[in-house]
């Protein structure tokens, strides 16, 4: 389409022909649609252009078979355990190896917005079926993900879903479901959410299986959202998908996510009609925000501060380190990111809220540790310190890095280390512990 | 005398060289250890004997040949330092004239001893490394091979001769080479050497082997071994503080009931030896120390079984048996004399751990009540488990543990421990139940005469990779004037059928047996082989490379056999010994 077409439409597409794909515009896609870009990464992407690229990220890849091995590995060794930590590690290692990353990215994505913990479900297996669940549609359908958490085990524990009787509705998931998960708070009653409540009534579990306890269903009339009837939770889901207000909630969580930590409205509403339009099913949603102009419009471009898992994955592809996943899961909950242990039911805000003084300072140790024990230098890597530099602020940084800046680190290669390897890692450290680097 | 090497060797002191051969070969000849010809007052003492016939069929053994068919190795041959270090092998290779084990099985087919002496006012001691062949042609032939570089170098070496039969070489940085016609000395001391030459020619110093402390040794640990270690700890005290670097009090309580009483003798030791024997079919370590356990005062007697005239028993063997510990210690006394053993900062722990036992017993006091109805020895077992309290397994199959505890009072004793038992097993219930588990019940069942209180579900848990908890379902039994407590109703069983059956004792005076057999170890390992190739992915190997990772390590456990460790004290000494065998 061409942009007269369009007019406006802030989702009209990027034209590259014109725009440009370089370099730049391929680390952007790269860096926001899975956990950091390894050079071959943005080499791949900048030869098959953009929609190629793009198409290759919404559309289901073929895992390798040392992948699939590896994760059947770790998905049991997880549940034989029943040590949630070995879960992370299996979730990490599909974040780092899958041939999918937006499946991974959108599943994080919908992790934090249905967040739940194991803190208090205390379950591997509860966990790891709702992240199946989750996986299953992170690029599907949004309205088949909120009725499958509304039967979800996991879910059903960690909203009381066991305490919600008949005589005595309990308002958990009901109020999530409304506040949380679709609408958002300002678009419906404290009503709605009690009516809602006895809605879902007797969705309990049973034997760790979703079970309708008939007898503690509440099968009288109820009025939700302006429609009254003997409504049940499906009704409720279906009501609340129906809202204006939930596709505007969900794009603007979307457009936090992929664009900006603040989305202009107009921008909210045009993602919303996407939404609509697409019957809630992501993948071509994220098929026309990644190819728009609005995400490789200027006011994107590091825009988005990393969230502890896009800053410490990142760190690993960048740099080819190899990982222990273990390790990097204690790594990320130090840095505010404990995978399937999120802080709230909101879940992880983000945002500005990933950087504090102790934070900044954990990042900050976190490279200390990664370029002395982990990082394997490049052996292509240039040699002269002019393009030393030039090399690793391309591939860290996007390009992204002042005259001044971009003098001291040469500076700092000329007077540094001589040998290649303690050079290369005194360099990766200074880059990335930047204040640019924090962001993508 | 001194000369450059370029100088050639005159006739007159060839002659001279062949005249005191005999000399320097008549003290310590073949025979003798080389103890007899190093001077005496070392600090510390190496010996290796005969090493080539250990070298010989390693070179030939299906485990070496196997390792080295390793893709780990393989990887290891592509590095930069594996190829640095084989091209050294190929120059030393040529320039001798044969490889490498070849020269192995001629040089240390003789006596390799290394000798450490004080040297006043210095931080650094004096050694003394001695090399002794089986065929004097062997050294010569290598003296014929150094020639050359030693020529090529003769700026940096110079040769000298005394007129005693040793060619001593100056190497540098006050290092000396000598070479006799049998032997090979070097030293950082020139007189060291000559004090080990005047011995030979008859000069009255004493040898090494007339040490006082090193004839103890001699006679406690024998003198016929592949290797020995000796160290004059006598010396070592008054060359460091005086106290060895040993503490006084043991800081770790576990360790204390485990190790109690050894650290503290080999304080008192004038002498700390150390064995090493090999053959085609296993080795034997054994560490020895002078020891009077009376001597150490009443608060020790608690570790020493010599001194209650019996012993530890030997470890059980059930059915499956990975592997065993066997311990005496009187806990009773050891409890009673905890200010006297441990460190005072432990203290206040031993009175944490009372107020939470008064909860699980309450109205009685552990020290008094408890310990006196509980013997001396104790044995700790681990077993394959045969899952019959499921229908499935486990996905990580842990070996099944049980203590088994001898009774002073039996009756008293297994009520107690039967209380404690299901005290503990309601408490793991509430957490169960906090947790989503099910829940145990209490359950009593009788095998051979014998009543077992076991833990089980109330539906027989059913699957092929159950969740780890499920290797646990406790249970005890009294079996006569013994307490079983098993984390497995199957081991429990075993036990029982194994408990009535004649069992072993350990001679009198053991401390501490401990057996592993690896074959179950290597067992256990393959049946959890997916858990540890997910560990070593976790650690950031491929699926290929821990594979490669997990076959290797079975491999090596596949060649052990079995692995042994006893601590025995008798009135005068106290061994550890620590044997294996492989295939």
């Excluded at chain 1, 960690?158 to 609408?183: I, P, Q, S, T, Y």
């Excluded at chain 1, 860290?396 to 800046?405: K, P, Q, V």
């Excluded at chain 2, 906090?434 to 014998?450: A, F, Y």
Aim: net charge negative; charged share 20%.
């Amino acid at each position: 389409m061409t942009r007269g077409a369009h007019g406006n439409d802030p989702l009209r597409p990027y034209d590259s022909g014109t725009m440009g794909w370089t370099r730049r515009e391929a680390t952007h896609l790269l860096w926001r649609t899975q956990f950091g870009a390894s050079k071959a990464d943005i080499d791949n992407a900048l030869a098959a252009g953009l929609e190629r690229a793009v198409e290759r990220l919404v559309t289901s890849q073929p895992e390798s078979q040392s992948f699939q091995r590896s994760d059947h590995l770790l998905r049991q060794v997880a549940e034989d355990t029943g040590n949630i930590l070995d879960l992370k590690a299996w979730w990490i290692n599909r974040m780092l190896h899958s041939a999918n990353p937006l499946v991974e990215r959108m599943s994080l994505f919908w992790h934090s917005h249905f967040a739940t913990s194991d803190v208090k479900v205390r379950s591997v297996r509860h966990m790891a079926a709702q992240n199946d669940l989750i996986r299953g549609e992170a690029l599907g359908s949004f309205s088949a993900l909120l009725s499958g958490m509304a039967r979800d085990v996991a879910m059903l524990i960690w909203l009381d879903g066991n305490a919600n009787r008949k005589r005595h509705a309990n308002e958990n998931f009901a109020r999530e479901v409304m506040e949380l998960f679709a609408l958002d708070v300002g678009h419906y009653s404290e009503r709605d959410i009690s009516e809602a409540a006895r809605a879902f009534t007797g969705w309990h579990v049973r034997n760790d299986r979703f079970w309708f306890n008939r007898r503690q269903h509440d099968f009288g009339q109820k009025t939700v959202l302006g429609r009254t009837g003997d409504l049940d939770g499906e009704d409720v889901i279906a009501l609340c998908l129906a809202q204006p207000a939930c596709p505007r909630f969900l794009a603007r969580k979307l457009l936090h996510a992929f664009v900006t930590i603040v989305p202009r409205e107009e921008d909210v509403g045009a993602l919303a009609s996407s939404i609509r339009r697409h019957d809630f099913h992501m993948a071509p949603v994220l098929r026309q925000l990644l190819l728009s102009q609005l995400f490789f419009s200027p006011s994107a471009r590091h825009a988005l501060i990393k969230s502890p898992t896009d800053f410490v994955l990142g760190a690993y592809r960048s740099t080819k380190s190899s990982e222990n996943l273990r390790q990097t899961a204690r790594v990320l909950a130090r840095l505010g990111q404990d995978l399937f242990a999120p802080p709230t039911v909101k879940g992880w805000e983000g945002g500005r809220l990933w950087i504090s003084s102790s934070s900044l300072l954990q990042r900050t140790n976190f490279v200390a540790d990664l370029v002395a024990d982990h990082v394997v230098p490049i052996n292509s890597e240039p040699k002269r310190p002019e393009r030393l530099v030039q090399y690793y602020i391309d591939l860290l940084l996007s390009g992204r890095a002042d005259e001044t800046a971009s003098d001291r680190l040469v500076q700092y290669v000329e007077e540094g280390a001589r040998k290649p390897g303690a050079r290369t890692r005194g360099l990766l450290h200074l880059i990335m512990t930047m204040p640019e680097y924090q962001l993508m | 005398m001194c000369h450059h090497l370029r100088n050639p060797r005159t006739l007159g002191h060839l002659l001279l060289l062949c005249a005191l051969i005999p000399l320097i070969q008549g003290q310590g000849a073949r025979g003798g250890t080389l103890a007899e010809s190093l001077p005496a007052g070392a600090l510390v003492y190496g010996e290796v004997s005969d090493l080539g016939k250990v070298l010989g069929p390693l070179q030939k053994s299906s485990f070496l040949s196997s390792l080295l068919t390793l893709p780990a190795y393989q990887d290891l041959q592509a590095t930069g330092p594996y190829r640095k270090v084989d091209a050294v092998r190929r120059l030393l290779e040529i320039h001798l004239g044969y490889d490498l084990w070849t020269a192995a099985e001629k040089f240390m087919g003789g006596d390799l001893a290394v000798a450490l002496y004080p040297r006043p006012n210095a931080d650094q001691p004096d050694f003394l490394v001695v090399l002794r062949v089986p065929d004097a042609e062997d050294l010569a032939h290598l003296r014929d091979r150094i020639d050359p570089i030693l020529t090529l170098l003769d700026q940096q070496i110079t040769v000298t001769d005394h007129g005693d039969g040793m060619e001593r070489m100056e190497l540098g940085e006050g290092l000396v080479l000598a070479i006799g016609s049998d032997r090979l000395i070097v030293s950082n001391c020139h007189d060291r050497i000559n004090d080990m030459v005047t011995m030979g020619v008859g000069a009255k110093s004493a040898s090494l082997a007339q040490d006082e402390s090193f004839m103890r040794m001699e006679e406690a640990l024998g003198t016929d071994h592949l290797a020995r270690l000796y160290l004059n700890t006598e010396l070592l005290k008054s060359a460091g503080d005086g106290r060895l670097g040993l503490p006084e009090k043991m800081d770790n309580p576990l360790g204390s009931l485990l190790l109690g009483g050894i650290l503290e003798q080999v304080a008192r030791s004038p002498y700390g030896g150390l064995t090493l024997d090999m053959d085609g079919e296993g080795f034997q370590l054994t560490a020895g120390v002078t020891a009077d356990a009376q001597a150490l005062g009443a608060g020790y007697a608690c570790y020493f079984s010599h001194l209650a005239d019996t012993a530890a028993r030997t470890p059980l063997r059930p059915d499956r048996t990975i592997g065993g510990i066997s311990l005496f210690r009187n806990v009773t006394d050891w409890y009673g004399q905890r200010e006297a053993l441990l460190q005072a900062q432990l203290l206040p722990g031993f009175d944490k751990f009372e107020s939470g036992l008064a909860n699980l017993l309450p109205g009685r006091d552990f020290e008094q009540d408890i310990l006196p109805t509980l013997g001396p020895r104790f044995s700790f077992v681990a077993a394959l488990q045969d899952y019959s309290h499921l229908d499935g397994t486990p996905g990580v199959q842990l070996p099944g543990f049980a203590l088994v505890v001898e009774l002073a009072r039996p009756k008293e004793g297994a009520e107690l421990l039967q209380l404690f038992f299901q005290t503990f097993s309601a408490v793991l219930n509430i957490e169960a139940g906090k947790q989503g588990r099910q829940p145990w019940i209490l359950d009593l069942q009788t095998h051979r005469g014998v009543k077992i209180t076991s833990a089980r579900y109330l539906q027989k848990p059913s699957g092929t990779r159950l969740p780890m908890v499920f290797n646990f379902m406790p249970a005890a039994a009294r079996v006569g004037d013994q307490f079983v407590i098993s984390s497995s109703v199957g081991l429990c069983r075993d036990l029982i059928d194994y408990l009535q059956g004649a069992t072993d004792a350990e001679p009198r005076g053991t401390n501490l047996a401990l057996e592993l057999d690896f074959a179950a170890v290597a067992d256990s390992l393959d049946l959890n082989r997916d858990f540890f190739l997910a560990r070593r992915i976790q650690e950031g190997r491929t699926p290929d490379q821990a594979q490669q990772d997990v076959d290797l390590v079975l491999q090596v456990l596949r060649y052990v056999e079995t692995l042994s460790l006893t601590t025995r004290g008798t009135d005068q000494t106290l061994q550890a010994s620590l044997k294996g065998t492989w295939q």
